[in-house]
């Protein structure tokens, strides 16, 4: 049966991709498909919210390059913290370059991304070149890739033949490319005939979910855990605000409350689409 039909559990033990079982498999282990995207601007914030989220998550999404008092330490702590809570690292970098360039981006510099991160993303728009080369720092790491397929912000150009054609790249390279950010499940879509679809098992990541509001000020838009999950087949959910707020001089018994919320919404919208 199609992927989002299976248990994470049955979907962890077929997976090609060594980030994607780790993935799959503590998803189940912690009965967590909420991936916390922590937004925050200073290191306090920002491990005060990992700290309280840590047990409830499968996945922590950073921006580190919004930290304005990022040092090596801030990566230390973080990998201490994702052995302790057992969650993986998604460093959201949106890559948009040509191959040579992403290279350097992902493995130099002062973040060094493709040492600690099991998980990044990158934009489709250069062409297969950018896999390649992130492919060739990623894949000796045992990393995984997440093309985005579908924006969740007003009037994105992330639609019809884009969306197609990203999820051709995927095809092609499915032991790098381990998912989708993106609204809807993508399994077989702008496949023909010829394609062999067989055993594909993209993991589709949806950000702007919200159980509150309905956007923001800047062309955000949020969607429940029910109907990401649920209706359109997404496997993991993706929560900022909706969790922390404006993350400053965080409330972290208040954070808890949240994260369990999120974490019930999500386990409830899958349980319901795989039955059991
Ligand atoms: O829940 P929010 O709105 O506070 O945060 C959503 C997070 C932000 C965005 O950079 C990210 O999700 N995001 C992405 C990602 C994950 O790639 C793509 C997208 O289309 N929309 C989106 O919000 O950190």
Known sequence: ????LQTYNERAKKHANKAARALLGIMEEKQSNLSVSVDVTKSKDFFDIIEAVGPHVCLIKTHVDILEDFDATVIDRLQELSEKHKFLIFEDRK??????TVVLQYSKGIYKIADWAHITNAHAVPGPSIITGLASV??????GLILLAEMSSKGALTTGSYTED??????????????FIAQHRMEGVGA???????????LVLAPGVGLDATGDAMGQQ??????????????????GRGIYGK???VDTLEVLK????YQAAGWEAYKKRVQC
């Open 95 to 100: 890559f948009a370059d040509i191959g040579s």
């Open 222 to 239: 949020y969607r429940t855990p029910e109907q990401v999950v649920f209706e359109s087949g997404c496997d993991v959910i993706i929560v």
């Open 166 to 179: 990203a999820v051709r790249m995927a095809r092609a390279r499915r032991d790098f490319v381990i998912g």
């Open 192 to 202: 023909s005939d010829t394609d062999n679809i067989a055993g594909e098992d993209f």
């Open 247 to 249: 993350g400053e001089n």
């Open 138 to 143: 990623g894949i000796p790491k045992d990393r």
């Open 1 to 4: 049966s199609s992927p989002h």
């Open 258 to 261: 949240q994260v369990q919320r």
